[in-house]
């Protein structure tokens, strides 16, 4: 809305032509992200106690969160409008991906939103039903995929690009990168709302990777800079780099109420709607394989509770003293600032790795 604004006063004060640089914009959307969450937050935490819209712990996890219970949750709706908001006001909204994502965030939130509810204020321990989640997410996702194929300008947004293989680049059937994109997107979404299980333990990787996809987005926007760093030219994708900074912006707001011992926690509507901004907007820049390394600690922590599941249906026995693999380091006798700072420091070493492919080409 102020990028259009700005765009219409260009005419009267050539001075307003500022706005039209994608940095800029990013920096005062992370800024408006950020100062959003921090001034909604205490009183959308109040109102989450009010109606003691508060979180059930598990009798089985770690001793150290029974005193957790009946903090507030469904806090993801603080992010999930500080990104909206401030992607609204300094995006470019005739932007097909800027559309594409902000949709994908809304369906996942959505579908986050409900279970919570049914858990929290229902008082269903079971939340909704993994089949119908399942169901949900699938059909976001699929609607996704199908948009940005469907709507793809050029060979290159539905080729898929190893990275470091710089000569690797695989056409996809209209099959192969619906599949493809959807995988990520539900992936992503169900990886992040694994990890958040301790305080802001999966906002600030969250953050981190969403700030890299932005260093990608607005590299592969860039015809010169996606020829000069070996990257697939994605027409229109640097306008995504708005949408990673109010992420960014949103994410670091959070953490302020969120860091240990935590005021609020996320809850599903903000894990599952993170997880699969992150997903569609890997897809968008073309970068999956990337995103994987990025947001490794998303894939460890859902490869655990996959090992653990699969170790104990085929032998009867545990790999892990407990799943996801946050809590085993618990049970191992580590504090819970501890592990939550270690995972920060190894999401930040996976992060400046995925970045080092830009010139590992």
């Known amino acids: 809305m102020l990028y259009w604004l700005a765009k219409e006063l260009t005419a009267e004060y050539t001075g307003f032509n500022v706005f039209s640089y ?7 959307a992370t800024m408006s992200g950020l100062a959003i969450s921090l001034l909604v937050g205490p009183a959308m935490i109040a109102r989450l106690s009010r109606y003691q819209v508060g979180q059930v712990v598990r009798q089985d996890g770690p001793r150290t969160h029974l005193p957790k219970a009946g903090t507030p949750t469904m806090g993801g709706a603080l992010i999930i409008v500080a990104i909206f908001v401030a992607t609204l006001l300094w995006a470019d909204l005739t932007n097909r991906f800027i559309w594409v994502v902000m949709g994908v965030t809304f369906a996942f939130g959505a579908i986050g939103f409900y279970d919570d509810y049914l858990k929290l204020v229902v008082g269903n321990s079971r939340g909704l039903v993994a089949r119908w989640k399942y169901f949900w997410q699938s059909v976001a996702g699929l609607a996704a995929a199908a948009a940005l194929f469907c709507t793809a300008k050029s060979p290159a947004e539905t080729t898929l690009y190893l990275p470091i293989l710089k000569s690797v680049a695989l056409p996809l059937s209209a099959f192969g990168f619906i599949a493809l994109a959807y995988l990520m997107i539900v992936g992503m979404s169900n990886a992040v709302n694994l ?14 990777v969403a700030a890299a996809l932005g260093v990608f987005a607005y590299a592969s926007g860039n015809a010169v800079f996606a020829n000069y760093l070996g990257i697939p030219p994605v027409q229109q994708a640097g306008e995504v780099l708005i949408f990673c900074a109010a992420m960014v912006g949103a994410g670091l707001g959070f953490l302020w109420f969120n860091s240990y011992p935590a005021q609020v926690f996320m809850g599903d509507i903000g894990a599952l709607a993170l997880g699969a901004a992150l997903g569609v907007i890997a897809v968008i820049v073309r970068q999956e394989v990337v995103v994987l390394v990025m947001g490794g600690v998303f894939v460890l922590e859902t490869a655990s509770v996959i090992l653990q599941v699969a170790s104990f249906k085929l032998t009867g026995r545990r790999i892990f003293r407990m799943a996801p693999i946050h809590h085993h380091f618990e049970l191992k006798g ?3 600032p501890k592990v939550i700072v270690r995972f920060w420091i190894i999401s930040l070493l996976l992060v400046l790795a995925g970045l080092a492919t830009l010139k590992l080409r």
Not at 195 to 208: R, V, Y
């Open 22 to 28: 994608l940095t800029l914009r990013a920096i005062l």
């Open 195 to 208: 990890t958040d299980g301790l305080d802001g333990l999966a906002i600030m990787p969250a953050a981190m």
């Open 334 to 336: 580590w504090a819970e």
